[in-house]
């Protein structure tokens, strides 16, 4: 009876082992540049793009907020020198403003003394380019967001194939293998997303933007109009 009772040392060793195992989880932590890394092949376009997403942005966000500042000012200034027949101070009130508001404006000086029909169109000639220089490389956002996210799935479809294609050649159908590949190329798929958001977001505010904007330039136009047709209504 003690003897069947009596349980090998190498048996309680490895019963041992593995309620240490149990108790103590793999604790393995990789950096990100290795996360990033083990995304494949398709996220080396995705990271291309996340740069260049990144430089428009900046480059945009500079040439937009500079460009579509409204000056309050510059219209009381127009109109007080137009008042005292100064063109000159005028357009040079204008072109100190140096925003798309100041060229349309100073356009409009320019065309004094024609139809009020051709100043009008015009100026909003001389609008439509400043918001046509405001809306370059916009396309290009709009493409990113999503050309991105397409590059992330193919990437993820690509390393899914890859898997079955393994496990069909070496018919090892561990979850370990599959969880572990699939997660490395799950990478691609949430890295395009991120870029894809990132150009979509950009994209929209800077339309908006430009849309407020197309309407104050709107209004600058009708007061420009106002104060050719009524110099002296204040």
Known sequence: MTAFLQIP??????????????????????????????????LIPIVILCCYTIYLIFERM???????????HLMKDVRANLNAGNLNMAITAAERAGNAQGNVIKEGIHT??????????NME???????????????????????APTLGFIGTISGVIKIFYSISVTEDISIGNISGGLYEKMISSGAGLIVGILAYTAYHLFNGRIDAFTLSIQKQVLEFVSIIQRPNND
């Open 112 to 121: 004094i003394g024609r139809p009020i029909s051709e100043i009008e169109s």
């Open 9 to 42: 040392a190498d048996t309680l060793a490895q019963a041992a082992q593995t309620a240490e195992v149990a108790n103590n989880p793999l604790t393995h932590e990789i950096s990100v540049l290795e996360f990033i890394f083990k995304g494949g092949f398709f």
């Open 125 to 147: 000639r001389a609008a439509n380019i400043e918001i046509g220089e405001m809306e370059r490389k916009l396309g290009q956002l709009g493409l990113i967001a999503g050309i």
């Open 62 to 72: 500079f040439v937009i907020n500079k460009a579509a500042k409204i000056d309050n």
